[in-house]
C-alpha cells in the first residue's frame, strides 16, 4: 500500500490508505467527498468527525468536498438549521468553494429515473398502509410477503405514479417501491420504498412537488450527479450499501460512486442525536442550540471552544471502524492544550472577598508591568494596578486552616501573585460571625521582580485591585450530564444540574473590559474563559468559563 500522497502529520486511518492507493493506482485522478447534513437541527461534535474527515481528506489529497443539503423530507427541515450549518461549517475553517447542493436540486431527475424503474419492471405503486408493509417486511429469520399489488402492469404503475405526483392521492394513500426481492437476508432490499407522499411546501421547491424521495433513493444518485468518488457514512449505513449498489446499477447514473463506512463518534457526558438535543431545547432545559453546555457547534464555540482544539479532537480521535465512546476529557483537554498555548493570562476574582493592607498608605496606586503570557513575550505586557484593598478568592484565605492549607489564615504569608508578599493579621466580621474584610500587612523588600524579592511562601494567590475592578457575570460551566451514558428513558433526570452556576458579581482585572466578544484568557488559578458572543456589551463583558486548568472529574485513586 502507498501512503505517497499524504504528506500532513493527521494519522493516517483505513480511508486516507484508500484514497491514496485510489490516487496512486490512477483510479481517480482527483477525489471529491461531501458532508451531507439534514437540515433538521444543528450541528454537533460528532458531525465535526464528518467534516473534518470529508473536508480533510479534500484538503490533503487535494480533492474538493461538497456540502450537500439532504432535504428529502419537507416536514422537518428549516432555513434556521440551513444556514446554521453552513454557519458552523466554515467556523471550523472548511469550505465548499462554489459546490454547495441540495437534494432537492436533483428531485426532477430522481423522479425521471423512479419512471425508468417503472417502465422497466423494477418499481411499483403500493397501496398497502405504512403499518401493513412494515407488518409484511419479514424479520432477520423470515422472509418478508410479497404485497398483492406487487405485480401491478408497468403502464399501471406509471399511470399512478403520475397520479401520486399529481396530487390525487392523500398522504400515506400509496408509495412507489423498488421491486428488488422479499426473501432477501437483507431487509433493506426487500421492496425499499423510493418514493412518497408528502403535500407539504419545501423550503426551495415550495409546491411543485407533494411527493418526495426517501433517503435511501436520493444519497447514492446525488452522489454519482455530483461526481463524488468516496461517499463516506457512518456504520449503521452499511446494511443499505448493497442497496446503494442496486440504485447505481439499475439506473443510467454518470458515474459509479463507492460508499465507505467509519464508527460514528459517542462522546461521554452528553447526548448527540438531534432528537434528544431538540428536546432539550423545546423543554427548556437549556437556554438554546447554543446553550454553552450543548455538544452542538454553536454551543461548544459559545462556550469558548476554538475551531483549532475541535479539529484537533478530531485527529487526535482518529477514524476506525469499531464503535467505541470517548471520553469527555479527551475534548476537555483539546481546548486546554489549545489554549494554554494562545490565551492571555489576566487575574479574576469569582467568589470575592475583601483584603485591607493596613501597612500600605491610603490612595497610593501603584502600577505593575505583567506578562500576558509566561511563555510567549510576543504576546506582550500590561499594566496592573495594586492599591491598599484588594479582593482575593473567599476560599484562599480559612481562619482554621485545615492540614497542608498553604494560602492566607491568621499569621500566615503568602505572595500575592505579581506583587508583595503578605501577612495575615486579623479578621474582621459582621455581627452574624461572618468574615466580611480580611486584614494583612505587607512586606515592601519582597516587591516581584526587584532584587531581593526571592524570599519564598508556600502559597501564591491571584488578587485584583478593589478600587480599579471591574464587576462583571462570570458563568460557570461544565458537564451536561452527572454520568458517562445518559441513557434509558429517563435519560432527563440524568442532567446534571452543577452544569451552570452563575456569578453576577465577580472581580475583574480592570483591563479585561475591553474584551471582544469571544476573545479567551486564562483567568490565573481559575481556568480558560470566554467573553460570550452574545451577552458581553463594550466596557461590560460577560465570561463564560470554557474549562477548568485541570480534569476535575478525574477519579481520586481508590
Ligand atoms: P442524528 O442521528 O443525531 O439525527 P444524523 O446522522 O441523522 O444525526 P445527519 O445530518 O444525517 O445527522 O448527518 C450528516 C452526516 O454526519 C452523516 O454523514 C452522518 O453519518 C454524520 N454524523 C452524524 N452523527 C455523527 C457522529 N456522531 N459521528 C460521526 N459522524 C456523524
Ligand atoms: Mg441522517
Redesign the pocket.
Known amino acids: 500500500m502507498s501512503d505517497s500522497a499524504d504528506k500532513t502529520n493527521i494519522p493516517a486511518n483505513f480511508l486516507r490508505t484508500i484514497v491514496s492507493d485510489d490516487l496512486a493506482s490512477g483510479k481517480h485522478r482527483a477525489i471529491v467527498t461531501r458532508?451531507?447534513?439534514?437540515?433538521?437541527?444543528y450541528?454537533?461534535?460528532?458531525?465535526?468527525?464528518?467534516?473534518c474527515?470529508?473536508f480533510g481528506l479534500a484538503r490533503d489529497f487535494g480533492g474538493r468536498c461538497h456540502l450537500r443539503f439532504?432535504d428529502t423530507n419537507p416536514a422537518k427541515e428549516d432555513v434556521e438549521y440551513t444556514e446554521s450549518?453552513k454557519e458552523s461549517v466554515h467556523w471550523l475553517g472548511f469550505d465548499w468553494g462554489d459546490h454547495l447542493y441540495y437534494a432537492s436540486n436533483y428531485f426532477d431527475q430522481l423522479y425521471e429515473w423512479a419512471e425508468f424503474l417503472i417502465k422497466g419492471g423494477k418499481a411499483y405503486v403500493d397501496d398497502q398502509a405504512a403499518e401493513e408493509i412494515r407488518a409484511n417486511r419479514g424479520s432477520l429469520t423470515e422472509p418478508g410477503k410479497e404485497s398483492p399489488y406487487r405485480s401491478r402492469s408497468a403502464e399501471e404503475n406509471l399511470d399512478l405514479f403520475r397520479r401520486m405526483r399529481g396530487g390525487e392521492f392523500p398522504d400515506g394513500a400509496k408509495v412507489l417501491r423498488a421491486r428488488i426481492d422479499m426473501a432477501s437476508p437483507n431487509i433493506n432490499l426487500r421492496d425499499p420504498v423510493i418514493y412518497r407522499i408528502i403535500h407539504a411546501s419545501h423550503p426551495h421547491t415550495g409546491d411543485k412537488w407533494c411527493i418526495y424521495p426517501m433517503y435511501d433513493f436520493a444519497h447514492g444518485q446525488s452522489d454519482a450527479i455530483e461526481g463524488i468518488t468516496h461517499s463516506?457514512?457512518?456504520l449503521?449505513?452499511e446494511d443499505h450499501k448493497p442497496l446503494y449498489e442496486w440504485f447505481l446499477e439499475n439506473l443510467p447514473v454518470p458515474a459509479k460512486p463507492r460508499q465507505y463506512e467509519?464508527?460514528?463518534?459517542?462522546?461521554s457526558y452528553t447526548v448527540?442525536?438531534?432528537?434528544?438535543?431538540l428536546q432539550l431545547v423545546q423543554d427548556r432545559d437549556v437556554s438554546g442550540w447554543d446553550d454553552p453546555r450543548m455538544p452542538t457547534l454553536v454551543g461548544l464555540r459559545r462556550r469558548g471552544y476554538t475551531p483549532e482544539s475541535i479539529r484537533s479532537f478530531c485527529d487526535t480521535i482518529g477514524v476506525g471502524r469499531s464503535d467505541s465512546w470517548i471520553d469527555m476529557s479527551i475534548l476537555e483537554e483539546s481546548v486546554r492544550a489549545d489554549l494554554n498555548e494562545r490565551a492571555p493570562r489576566a487575574m479574576a476574582v469569582l467568589r470575592p472577598l475583601k483584603l485591607v493592607i493596613e501597612n500600605y498608605a491610603e490612595g497610593v496606586v501603584e502600577s505593575f508591568t505583567v506578562a500576558n503570557h509566561p511563555q510567549k513575550p510576543e504576546l506582550g505586557s500590561r499594566q496592573v494596578p495594586f492599591s491598599r484593598e484588594l479582593w482575593i478568592e473567599n476560599d484562599d484565605f480559612m481562619e482554621e486552616p485545615v492540614k497542608g492549607f498553604k494560602r492566607l489564615s491568621p499569621g500566615m504569608e503568602v505572595r500575592l501573585r505579581n506583587a508583595y508578599i503578605i501577612k495575615c493579621i486579623g479578621a474582621v466580621k459582621d455581627d452574624k460571625g461572618e468574615i466580611r474584610e480580611i486584614r494583612c500587612t505587607y512586606d515592601p523588600e519582597t516587591k516581584s521582580g526587584m532584587p531581593g524579592s526571592e524570599r519564598k511562601v508556600k502559597g501564591v494567590i491571584h488578587w485584583v485591585s478593589a478600587s480599579h475592578a471591574l464587576s462583571a457575570e462570570v458563568r460557570l460551566y461544565d458537564r451536561l450530564f452527572s454520568v458517562p451514558s445518559p441513557a434509558g428513558d429517563d435519560w432527563k433526570a440524568l442532567i446534571n444540574l452543577a452544569a451552570i452556576e452563575i456569578l453576577p458579581d465577580c472581580k475583574l482585572e480592570q483591563s479585561l473590559g475591553d474584551a471582544a466578544p469571544e476573545e479567551r484568557f486564562q483567568f490565573e488559578r481559575n481556568g480558560y474563559f470566554c467573553a460570550d458572543r452574545h451577552d458581553s456589551m463594550p466596557g461590560k463583558p460577560v465570561f463564560n468559563r470554557t474549562v477548568t486548568l485541570r480534569d476535575s472529574w478525574l477519579k481520586s485513586p481508590s
Open positions: 458532508f451531507p447534513p439534514e437540515p433538521n437541527g450541528l454537533h461534535i460528532g458531525h465535526a468527525k464528518s467534516i474527515l470529508n439532504d450549518i463516506i457514512c457512518t449503521e449505513f467509519f464508527a460514528r463518534l459517542n462522546l448527540m442525536s438531534k432528537r434528544k438535543l
